[in-house]
């Protein structure tokens, strides 16, 4: 790995820090830039109380010189503004693990009696940290002319209708909306959706697409299952709390399908006029634009009680009241987003160096 990147931090600890090393010396970092993709992280209907306190900002605590990289390791911090909240407060254990959250298995992997020390870590907040770090590696993609960018298709079973405009033309207008689709009568039903689903104190799921343009054929190689930029692509994505599926391009709908109107017919000068391959061929870039679906679970914090057992008495109970987002899909996307630019990134410079 020639790009890598780790972060510590707790949800409701001083702050979100983020490693990143491996990036080339002279790379002109802009600070907003990051700035502006923890702000579209921090956004989005549904979102619940605590985006309210925070007001995610990066502080560069090393690897920059006057603005520039000096190839040593970049320390990426993002505080958080509720930590003086939690810092006097009297918090009984909790006990009780919430279903589809890693409370439980956390707690037993470290024998942990207050699931607290495990949700700390597991939260979604550390997501944050992972955003600074990859608006990073955006800019050193669009160096090269690499442009990262998504949108939301599904919310719970709201889906936006099928069209065949052109994927700028779908990032660009999910930009303009609150819950990141480019179909404007999905997104009001959506919207409902989500208002219902509040109301409820339930949590809704949805389904991410993700888009790399620009890619040059050559990122990843076949030569070793490690190496593969699918399998690279995989490991990062399900790492995003929430994510359960992948697919590249039309996946599923392939695996349907005969190989004859599967497979990208080639034409003169190496081109192509389909891209159900979604970018990649034998784990290498081949020119096309990536595309990546991804099924993010619903939130497993609900108001609504779910049921559960008691771990310190051993009782049948349900889960106790948390503050919680009802839908994060499109805060989700922008995580989404940044775990694709570190693979890239780290990809790009593998394949033409840094020094
Ligand atoms: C999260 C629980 C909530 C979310 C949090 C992820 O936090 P709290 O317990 O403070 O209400 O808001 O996400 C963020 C704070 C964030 O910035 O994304 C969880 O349990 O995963």
Known sequence: MTLRFVT??????????????????????DTDAIDQDLARRQQGYGRGARQRIEQDRVRVLGGLVHGTTIGAPLALLVANR???????REVPPWTRPRPGH???????????????LVAE????????ARVAAGAVARQLLQQVDITIGSYVTAIGPIAMAPT???????????RQS????PDPAAAERMRHLIDETRLAGDSLGGIVVVVAQGLMPGLG????WDRRLDGRLAQALFSVQSVKGMEIGPAFENARALGTSVHDALYAGATRRTNRAGGLEGGITN????????????????????????????EQTGTQYQRSDVCAVLAASVVDEAMTAIVLADALLERYGGD
Request: aromatic share 4%; hydrophobic share 40%.
């Open 287 to 314: 020119g096309e634009p990536l595309v990546i679906r991804l099924a993010h679970k619903p939130i497993p914090t609900t108001v609504a009680s779910i049921p559960t057992i008691d771990l310190q008495s051993g």
């Open 121 to 128: 870590r597991a939260s979604a907040r550390e997501t944050a």
């Open 102 to 116: 890693a409370d439980l298995p956390g707690a037993l992997k470290y024998g942990l009696s207050d699931m607290r």
């Open 82 to 88: 509720d930590y003086e909240n939690w810092c006097d």
């Open 164 to 174: 065949e405009e052109p994927h700028g033309v779908l990032i660009e207008r999910a």
């Open 8 to 29: 510590a931090g707790e949800s409701h600890g001083p702050a979100l820090v983020a490693l990143l090393e491996g990036l080339p010396a002279g790379l002109v970092v």
């Open 221 to 224: 190689t076949h030569v070793q």
């Open 178 to 181: 609150n819950v990141g689709c």
